[in-house]
């Protein structure tokens, strides 16, 4: 199993635990509502925010002495509400912060894995063109630059045509066949690469942002103002009480750099209103970066997804799909048409990744894959089905008729060439 992890950091948790510690109580808690994702605030943050609610339903009753603004140290008490109100918002905006790690990291995962195993597809069908069909390299070479714009779904349909009314010989289906598979796992590759790149860009722009100042606010009950501010000098002391936690030196440049950084850019996860890039994000040295990064180094505490929220979620044919698109057999038109829906729901790349774990598609010996291919790829002849069976068939498959091993590139039906694949 491949995990992909994001840059690593000399910092530890501890060094970075140990800063925040020795900051004042309201930095702390500031610092700890900034790297929400990766920290739990303490109960005595939590009380702290509680004891600061600004809101006026909160103050009703509290009166003294005819004044409308009771003091802090009037306040002997607070009330359960109050606690359980901050405690809420705080586990819903950190669940929610997981909940984005989560998937992402359960996406480059994935898409790690199935480049991989792509690429021994392509290596096994390559192999098979060379050796039983004699393609030479300029022939390869064509079918890699035609792939992009091949009609595939077309030509793998009139093909099985043809087979089926014995106008094409075995010899000539089988060069065919190899080729269109080729071309399809070529365009297959092609759009993993793009939606792990993506993924990744999407996942150093969650890690390195954190909470805007509206949300931090409406987790504090407090005016978005003071947040700002408090936030300011919090990162400003975290950076020189960690700098001198580790002994390291803290020039002007690289203080503003973390200050900034501390600020957050607006991303997912931050502002409402802003998405993420199509470039990377430069990765400065800044201490408070090296915390961010040192901190989504750790494995984020397991969270159960929630139910599809989609319309065929939870349905037996989604899981169906899902599995069929861990191990290469899900149609092109219905693979682009369903993943941009997959790649938003935690649930179902819970699926996905399950299923691709556990169908030991990961780590397969070329040789295997080969033989594979090649018994997939046969002249559909009643023995070519048999043997098909006998190989490694499913274990809900029956005999494999044409159109079946075909479904992994036509699909169900015929759609559009070159949709968009994110």
Known sequence: MTTTAPPQTTLTRAQIETAIAALQPV???????????????????????????????????????????????KISGLPKDWILAVENKVRYHQTHLREQLTRLNLLADFLTDALAGLQLEITATEQLLTSECEIGPESLED??????????????????????????????YVRERLGLEY??????????????????????????????????????CIAVGPITNRRVKAVQAYVNTLAATVKSGLDAASFAAAVNAGLGPRLAGGSKN????????????????????????????????????????????????????????????????????????????????????????????????????????AFPTKEAAAAAQEAAPPPETQALDLEERLRPFIGDDAGQVGAKSW
């Open 27 to 73: 930095q702390r808690v500031m610092v700890r509502l900034l790297l929400l994702a990766f920290l739990d605030p303490t109960p005595e943050d939590v009380a702290f925010m509680a004891r600061e609610r600004s809101e006026p339903n909160m103050r009703a009753g509290l009166k003294q002495g005819g004044k409308s603004q009771v003091a802090h140290d």
């Open 143 to 172: 079918l890699r630059a035609q792939a992009k714009l091949s009609p595939l779904t077309y030509a793998l349909k009139k093909l099985a045509a043809r087979a089926d009314k014995g106008e094409i010989e075995a010899a000539d």
């Open 183 to 220: 071309q399809a796992r070529l365009r297959q590759r092609d759009r993993f690469k793009k939606r792990l790149n993506l993924g990744l860009l999407e996942r150093q722009a969650v890690i390195l942002s954190s909470l805007s100042d509206e949300f931090l606010a409406e987790i504090w």
């Open 274 to 377: 802003e998405g993420i890039g199509s470039k990377p994000l430069d990765v400065s040295g800044d201490l408070w970066t090296q915390t961010l990064l040192a901190l989504a180094a750790d494995p984020i505490p397991l969270l159960t997804p929630k139910p599809c929220e989609h319309p065929e979620g939870g349905t037996k044919s989604l899981t169906a799909k899902l599995r069929n698109l861990a191990i290469y057999e899900l149609g092109e038109d219905e693979e682009v048409k369903m993943w941009p829906r997959t790649v938003q729901c935690l649930n179902c790349l819970t699926v996905v990744r399950a299923a691709q774990q556990e169908s030991g598609i990961v780590g397969r010996a070329l040789d295997d894959v080969v033989a594979r291919v090649k018994t997939r790829t």
